[in-house]
């Protein structure tokens, strides 16, 4: 949990709500619990319902910026999630039936310095 000096309290069903507790919760690294979280990701994905991917990309995202300044030499100013990309912009002789429909691209990484844009998918 995050800290013990954080007021929260809680109302019990069986106590008809008349009676509010102050949990203890328990400090914890920022690291510690970035890793508690993917951990328990990679726990859930395999679960029937669970939809991983429209969790997880926040988490992930925090690292990109480091990831594409070390893979691509780029100063990222920021990130796009889901971007949607015309199909006729990306294949213009394709043989789809409707060039106007879109793809999303998972991640766009915008780097003004240098006027590139990266697309992760």
């Not at 949607?84 to 043989?95: A, C, D, M, N, Q």
Request: aromatic residues 16%.
């Amino acid at each position: 949990m995050l800290c013990n000096w954080f007021p929260v309290t809680y109302l019990s069903a069986s106590s008809h709500f008349e009676h509010p507790q102050k949990l203890k919760l328990t400090i914890m690294t920022a690291e510690k619990l970035i890793d508690k979280i993917f951990s328990q990701l990679d726990d859930w994905r395999y679960l029937p319902a669970y939809q991983l991917e429209r969790r997880a990309d926040i988490f992930f995202s925090i690292y990109l910026t480091d990831i594409f300044k070390s893979k691509f030499n780029q100063d990222i100013e920021y990130i796009i999630p889901e971007l949607p990309v015309r199909i006729g912009t990306l294949y213009k002789h394709s043989k789809f039936n409707n060039p106007n429909l879109s793809f999303k691209i998972d991640y766009v990484a915008v780097c003004n310095k240098t006027n590139k844009f990266i697309l992760l998918n």
